[in-house]
Nanobody
Framework: QVQLLESGGGLVQAGGSLRLSCAAS????????MGWFRQPPGKAREFVAA????????YYGSPVKGRFTISRDGAKNTVYLQMDDLKPEDTGVYYC????????WGQGTQVTVSS
């Protein structure tokens, strides 16, 4: 089975930026939609962004539109999430996902935004 490994999370002040990476263990993900969800403390998991393998179209959840950008490097089997103008409400565990026959999830990376 393919495995997804997220990295790039950390602690940042409001207004700062982070870049998350999601590296797949194999090219099995080639041709499939990949994306990001997040789970704030004490809340349900919510959609953040998704990208078709060709790079378009892209999709964003309403809270992050205009601030986050999803991209991918097919040669590296890697998807990125550039997060700008971070807000405290962006705090949570960010999970990478690939839409195969079923959704395959990474273990998540913690993002904490201080006010």
């Amino acid at each position: 089975q393919v495995q997804l490994l997220e990295s790039g999370g950390g602690l940042v002040q409001a207004g700062g930026s982070l870049r998350l990476s999601c590296a797949a263990s194999s090219s099995t993900v080639s041709g499939y939609v990949m994306g990001w969800f997040r789970q704030p403390p004490g809340k349900a998991r919510e959609f953040v962004a998704a990208i078709a393998w060709r790079g378009e179209p892209t999709y964003y959840g309403s809270p992050v539109k205009g601030r986050f950008t999803i991209s991918r490097d097919g040669a590296k089997n890697t998807v990125y999430l550039q997060m700008d103008d971070l807000k405290p409400e962006d705090t949570g565990v960010y999970y990478c996902v690939v839409e195969l026959a079923e959704r395959v999830w990474g273990q998540g990376t913690q993002v904490t935004v201080s006010s």
